[in-house]
């Protein structure tokens, strides 16, 4: 099974994790990381490193992060080149819900294939159409 730890700004990972389980239910394998105000960057590396260690399965696992070049992206990088981890950025909700009904079966690699492809799939805007008015036969 590949694990996943969501890490961000705040409390976008603890958030991320509640809006899951709200929506899936408690999830194994999942641990969410979040990088406070007043909080060092040493604490920050500490707390991924518990956290992979956590869920780092026989298949490895998946980093996802808010922001390209924040320090949690950036802490992730350093700590996935020591493991069999791949590290996403921009992560959202369709993506990590797409993805944890198949980490189980999945490599860190395949995972992070489909997460990006999820990610950007669920990513639309809404276009108002103009409505046009209708007259009843009566003019009305």
């Known amino acids: 099974m590949a694990g996943i730890v969501l890490t961000g700004h705040g409390n976008f990972a603890t958030?991320?994790?509640?809006?899951?389980e709200?929506?899936?239910?408690?999830?194994?394998?999942?641990?969410?990381v979040d990088f406070s105000d007043g909080m060092s960057v040493k604490e920050l590396d500490?707390?991924?490193?518990?956290?992979?260690?956590?869920?780092?399965?026989?298949?490895?696992?998946?980093?996802f992060s808010d922001l390209v070049g924040g320090s949690p992206f950036k802490?992730?990088?350093?700590?996935?080149?020591?493991?069999?981890?791949?590290?996403i950025a921009g992560t959202n909700l369709p993506m990590i819900l797409s993805v944890i009904f198949t980490a189980k079966s999945q490599s860190p690699l395949s995972l992070k294939e489909q997460a990006l492809e999820e990610g950007k799939n669920g990513v639309l805007a809404f276009v108002m159409q103009a409505r046009v008015e209708i007259e009843d036969e009566d003019g009305i």
Do not use: H, M, R, W
Request: a negative charge; zero cysteines.
């Open 22 to 32: 709200l929506i899936a239910g408690k999830q194994d394998g999942i641990q969410a």
């Open 15 to 20: 958030g991320i994790l509640s809006a899951v």
């Open 46 to 63: 500490l707390e991924l490193k518990q956290a992979a260690t956590a869920v780092d399965g026989e298949n490895g696992l998946v980093f």
């Open 75 to 87: 802490s992730s990088v350093l700590l996935a080149q020591s493991l069999d981890a791949e590290v």
